[in-house]
């Protein structure tokens, strides 16, 4: 069984920062692409900003140059480091990962549980 367990949401005023992490626990075998989704109230979820295995970095239009995204492999970990935030920028934020798990490497994507960010005006 694996899990994606996220931390470090929480409430910001506009312009501060904020660093989310997100840890896949379980019998994991290896991980390819990671990233990050935010979902606003009363919107679609949408991309924020993936990771491949090997470092190559995606950001969406609004979040390029004020957000950073890395991760740990040893430590199965991605992280989302975001500065400046803004209100609009509200919203539950939720981690994936392609893994490949067990003892037959069975391969699919996984889910965090999501983690709320409020930035306030």
């Known amino acids: 069984q694996v899990q994606l367990v996220e931390s470090g949401g929480g409430l910001v005023q506009a312009g501060g920062s904020l660093s989310l992490s997100c840890a896949a626990s379980g019998s994991v075998f290896s991980i390819n692409a990671m990233g990050w989704y935010r979902q606003a109230p009363g919107k679609q979820r949408e991309l924020v900003a993936s990771?491949?295995?090997?470092?190559?970095?995606n950001y969406s239009v609004s979040a390029k140059g004020r957000f950073t995204i890395s991760r740990d492999n040893a430590k199965n970990t991605v992280y989302l480091q975001m500065n400046s935030l803004k209100p609009e920028e509200t919203g539950v934020y939720y981690c994936y990962a392609f893994i490949a798990s067990g003892t037959v490497r069975d391969s699919r994507w996984y889910w965090g549980q999501g983690t709320q960010v409020t930035v306030s005006s």
């Open positions: 990771i491949s295995s090997i470092g190559i970095t």
